[in-house]
């Protein structure tokens, strides 16, 4: 009498462990790859300006290092060395965030969601997208200061940076 009831329980029970191991399979998967992702998208950026004289380096979590060349004083004017320290830090921003984003998309392209198979659980599309903002914007160009406020135009203030020493 025990065998009338037993055989289909114990079928029930078979693929109920199948479909667990299924989940905790997809789970594991999706951790694994979460993990290389975040090793990934961590990984140092480091960007040039055009004129060669700034080097930044950072993450998406920021800025870690800003390294001028030693001539660029005597290769730029301050208003110029600005501009190129604003363009790497714009340029270190948008590559860290488009490798985070490469980083991440393994994650929301061939695996399954996690509502998908459980009901009720929360989205790990929805996680990352959270996590992963969009590049941020290109700044706008900075306004010069009017002529009459200034004392030196910069070609007088370029030659006093490139005809004398810093130390006397």
Known sequence: ???????????????????????????????????????????????????????????????????IEPDAFKRSTPDSLGRSVTAALTELATRAALAQQEALAPLTADLPDLPDLIPGVPSMKDLIARVAPPPPPTPEPVAEAPRGLVEDSDDEEGDYFRNRSYLR
């Open 1 to 67: 009498m025990t065998d009338d009831w037993s055989a289909p329980t114990r079928a029930a029970n078979d693929a109920l462990r199948a479909q667990i191991d299924g989940m905790l399979e997809s789970f594991n998967a999706e951790k694994s790859a979460l993990l290389e992702a975040r090793a990934r998208a961590t990984e140092l950026v480091t960007v040039w300006s055009a004129d060669g004289l700034v080097r930044v380096s950072g993450t998406v979590a920021g800025v870690s290092e800003v390294h």
